[in-house]
């Protein structure tokens, strides 16, 4: 314990463990002057789970993550989540043209927009994400991105896409409001792809059933590492509210 304390250096409400050395990374929580903080990507201690972060909180985290993108980002790891996501879609022969529109929720600097445009042939593929930062990053790569105001309607017209996706978004704390505007924008039939960790902490299930989704159902099969998984979830053909 003492020699992750004389590792880590505050930025902001956060604690980095600099060392960024896969072979001593700390302790799931520690204690900083009377505080318990929790360990996020190996190298990170926030001030409570992720999925208890404040909105304000989880943008300060991700742009960290940005900051830090060469030391803390698996892009293995995320080729992988991608991975199982669009080869379900191709062996289920669900139909993708040059018609189909989807949505990246929470695309960060555009990694996953980038690693969905190479697996998938999607000729309409926006990002949007909360942190300036990001959205930024991701224009810079020429790719479509939006930035979403908080608690404010997403900048797009009722039964816009034929899929979203949520990369490495959901064990943050994701408002009704937001699952609600999932909901809106997607294409009745349109599927919600996305990935969690285990399923005991999986606090948005709730939200995705009282917003209206159905066929909950995880597509995972063995190939990401153990308490994790990836699911989709279906808006019905007609719409049941």
Do not use: W
């Not at 993108?69 to 289920?92: A, D, G, S």
């Not at 908080?150 to 900048?155: A, G, S, W, Y």
């Amino acid at each position: 314990m003492v020699d992750i304390i004389n590792r880590i250096i505050k930025r902001g409400k956060v604690y980095v463990d600099e060392s960024f050395n896969k072979e001593t990374v700390g302790p799931l929580t520690v204690f900083i002057e009377g505080r318990k903080y929790y360990r996020f990507m190996d190298f990170f201690y926030i001030t409570s789970p992720p999925h208890f972060l404040t909105t304000e909180d989880v943008v300060e985290v991700c742009n960290l993550r940005l900051d830090y993108f060469e030391k803390v980002v698996n892009l293995e790891f995320n080729r992988n989540v991608v991975l199982v996501m669009t080869n379900y879609l191709k062996e289920n022969a669900i139909n993708i043209n040059n018609y189909t529109s989807a949505l990246d929720f929470g695309c960060g600097s555009g990694v996953s927009t980038t690693l969905l445009k190479q697996n998938i042939g999607i000729s309409s593929l926006i990002g949007v994400d909360i942190s300036e930062k990001a959205v930024q990053l991701a224009k810079n790569l020429k790719l479509e991105v939006e930035l979403l105001t908080i608690d404010k309607h997403f900048p797009f017209k009722n039964d816009s896409f034929d899929f979203i996706f949520a990369i490495f978004v959901m064990h943050f704390n994701i408002s009704f409001f937001s699952f609600n505007e999932i909901y809106r924008v997607l294409k009745p039939g349109g599927l919600f792809l996305y990935n969690y960790y285990n399923v005991e902490s999986f606090n948005n299930q709730k939200f995705l059933h009282e917003t209206g989704f159905i066929q909950q159902r995880i597509i995972s099969n063995g190939e990401l590492p153990r308490n994790h998984y990836v699911a989709l979830c279906e808006k019905p053909k007609v719409d049941l509210f």
